[in-house]
T-cell receptor, first 109, second 114 residues
């Protein structure tokens, strides 16, 4: 059974810092990996989808990488802003979709 | 605007009561899903449906029931058999069936027990 782990569970950084969120998974037989953002009490917003044949995807200040062989993905956020404060979840898509517990990010002004 | 709507935003359940959470989508997606989210945990799949009049149990289906009479609608009933229903419930949909498809999420319903 696929297990998805996100470390750290919480992260607090000053505004302007570059940061990395980590996601690891136990079964490398995946189709895609997706990163989501969740604001408190809200649904999930898709940030980036990486197909299994890709190594990375970029959108604005966000860059996500995927290393299937090692079962790892990272989400890099450049020049963080207070508006980036949210919980970030990764999800591994294979026969089904498995979510990590998320990293709660706080960016302090 | 296309999207997924969930209602109500908050729902209160009394002991022994069944309650139904609504999920509607106008994205013309075939597949729909229900997830439960507890604090500090990832989303867990309750039920999913790949096509009208068909649905499958997920990892934590006990105490829940669903129906899929219309493509647009996938209501979830939390029955009295669900002893710990307090959680945040998320509905999602995808273009095709389960496997390899990205999912689009609704805003969620928070269920609280009185």
């Amino acid at each position: 059974k696929q297990e998805v782990t996100q470390i750290p569970a919480a992260l607090s950084v000053p505004e302007g810092e570059n940061l990395v969120l980590n996601c690891s998974f136990t079964d490398s037989a995946i189709y895609n990996l997706q990163w989501f953002r969740q604001d408190p009490g809200k649904g999930l917003t898709s940030l980036l989808l990486i197909q299994s044949s890709q190594r990375e995807q970029t959108s604005g200040r966000l860059n996500a990488s995927l290393d299937k062989s090692s079962g790892r993905s990272t989400l890099y956020i450049a020049a963080s802003q207070p508006g980036d404060s949210a919980t970030y979840l990764c999800a591994v898509i294979a026969r089904d979709m498995r979510f990590g517990a998320g990293t709660r990010l706080t960016v302090k002004p | 605007d296309g999207g997924i709507t969930q209602s109500p935003k908050y729902l209160f359940r009394k002991e022994g009561q069944n309650v139904t959470l609504s999920c509607e989508q106008n994205l013309n997606h075939d597949a729909m899903y229900w997830y439960r989210q507890d604090p500090g945990q990832g989303l867990r799949l309750i039920y999913y449906s790949q096509i009208v009049n068909d649905f499958q149990k997920g990892d934590i289906a006990e105490g829940y029931s669903v129906s899929r009479e219309k493509k647009e609608s996938f209501p979830l009933t939390v029955t009295s058999a669900q002893k710990n229903p307090t959680a945040f419930y998320l509905c999602a949909s995808s273009i095709g069936g389960y496997g390899g498809e990205t999912q689009y999420f609704g805003p969620g319903t928070r269920l609280l027990v009185l």
